[in-house]
């Protein structure tokens, strides 16, 4: 049996196969292909005959003998960025209709009073007041008045609204009056999406809560939609079994839970890169990786410390708060679709706007007039104009050049070879930054990781980066280029839940706390029945998001236990000084502390990894080409060594070139490669 994983990227949707076909030799099979913005199901059943192919058979019998599919998809995130998601409206409690515009007062950047706040997701006409009040404690101190609850939805019938999101003062303390509002608007709308807070995101803080809950009223119909067509499509080909959708936390969950809360899946796509970077870190016995997965569109970065992937309970996306597990990926606008601009003083930006797929870089042929990252790596001659996506996109460096000439040389004044190369440079250092804002920034060393290089065009690189911050190692995974489907493959199902619990140090209770988590631990079980994983084959993780009290944030306290007692305390006491210390440098032991958060999660405890083995590189075909010398550390042009789909014996030593069908890996001047065990490859400096 085979297992599939679909990784839907803004420019390519890249799918990994693995397993054996009629008990045969298990094999390793993965493809490319554009991503088909306007029907996205099209484009997958197009790239799913593709796969078909490589494996010499019709769909029908591909899926037939396929085990499971896992999916991840940028389509909720896009829709977030574009700002086309569904007509929203807001049901919130009387008097606060403006804390989702209120926000907390405070800029992005402190710093910059012309700082631009994103848009306000619902306008306020369609922030509609409903009369009823619930106090900390979670008892009721205004009854609920459903009359005003049935205006709201004649505002929202006339208002055209296909999507409504609830969300009361504590109701994640006690969620009755939302629970109530859903039931009459079913009544008065049946055909409207209903997101409520208490469902979405159970915890404190107002404004955070609101705006999850309603971006996942914005994007949930979207994607709802789109997983139904899915499901059809596949249908019409024999496949009857469920599907697994990759979540931002690296678990698997199931289409049904995505049709109510899609905004588990807006980081889908880069989670499964993050999956795979764990992996790779036990596998190679390399404590600490920095994953930097350079895509069409973006590129991402993910860090492992001590083997352990790291996930943050609150992030942003697009400027949005989400109060939703995630797991820690750093994403700038720099992807080889990335577009390069001069602006009025002779600066070049590079990103974040992207061509996308459709029409794409200059080079593609398609109708794209601006230039990009790839036209310059192919005017630089880093691209194969005859070998881009294993052949089957035929690049035209004649358009890379006029794009870049009239758009970049011209107002610059150089020459294209100039201009490409100042491409090359600033988009370089626009990803060394990155990497710095995730090492540096935050107190780590870079040079103790080693650099895990994926996605179709950072091979180009990772080199240069590498060196740029005295990095010792790059890692070049044969799957790189699908690096984030090949991910998927090891991921878990998985339901996290997240409960707001408030105890101070001076009152603490373990009974009261052992309750919230058997009763957070029951849910989750209910929620693994439903994908089908065995009982005695579940793991619970229990994290406590804890403060010293009048703080304004929390950090997060991993606990190797799921039950308390009086003797806890002390334990708990002393962990919580200690990860403070650890984290700031510094505690204060005489302070009392507070629980703030519950986080469970709760998930498969074993999964057969014997998919994780990188032993694909191929045949080895040597030739020569010229590239610039200023890109790979040498004087002008230079002649470097080509290597294709290398089944590579001993060390290469640069200045060289190793091509793959989906990507490109440049060993600089003073650089050496070596092969390590199952097929990966090690670039170090001399």
Known sequence: MIDIAIDTGGTFTDYTSVGS????????????????????????????????????????????????????????????????????????TE??????????????????????????????????????????????????????????????????????????LFSFMNSSHEQRVRQIIKQQLPDVFVSLSSDVSPQIREYERTSTTVINASITPIISTYFDKLKQELAQYGWTKPINIMMNSGGLSDVATMKKIAAKSLLSGPAGGGVGNENLSRILNKKHLILADMGGTSFDLHVIDDNHTKLVPESRIASYPLTLPMMDIHSIGAGGGSIVSVDDSKRVHVGPESASSIPGPACYNLGGENPTITDALLVLDLINEENFLGGRLKLSKENAINAINEKVAKPLGISVLDASIMIYTVASQLMADALRLVTTKRGNDPRQYSLVSSGGAFGLFACNIMDTLSMDEVIIPVQGPVFCSWGMLGAKRRYDITRSFFMEQNSWDYQRLNEAINAMIEEADVELDKLHVARDNRRHELILEMRYIGQHHEI???????????????????????????????????????????????????????????????????????????IINCNDKSTVTLYHECDLEGTIMGPALIEFDYTSVLVPCGFKSEILDDGLLSIKKL
């Open 95 to 168: 008097g606060f209709r403006d804390a989702l515009e209120l926000r907390r007062s405070q800029l992005d950047n402190q710093w910059d009073i012309r700082a631009v706040t994103p848009p306000v997701l619902v306008p306020r006409r369609l922030r509609l007041p409903i009369r009823e009040r619930i106090d900390y404690k979670g008892d009721v101190i205004t009854e609920l008045d459903e009359e005003s609850v049935i205006k709201a939805c004649r505002i929202c019938k006339k208002e055209k609204v296909e999507s409504i999101a609830v969300c009361f």
């Open 556 to 630: 997060s306290i991993e606990l190797d236990t799921l039950e308390f007692d009086n003797d806890s305390l002390e334990k708990l006491n002393q962990l919580f000084h200690q990860t403070h210390n650890d984290i700031y440098q510094y505690c204060e032991v005489n302070n009392d502390w507070e629980i703030m958060n519950i986080r469970l999660a709760s998930f498969e405890d074993k999964k057969d990894n014997s998919l994780f083995n990188f032993n694909d590189i191929l045949k080895r075909d040597t030739s020569q080409m010229t590239v610039s010398g200023k």
């Open 21 to 92: 076909l009629n008990n045969q030799k298990k094999e390793k099979i993965f493809i490319k292909n554009p991503t088909n913005h306007q029907n996205p199901t099209d484009g997958i059943i197009e790239g799913l005959k593709e796969l078909a192919s490589s494996w010499k058979v019709d769909l029908e019998t591909l899926l037939e003998n396929t085990n499971q599919i896992s999916h991840g998809t940028t389509l909720a995130l896009n829709a977030l960025i574009e700002k086309k998601g569904v007509k929203t409206a807001l049901f919130t």
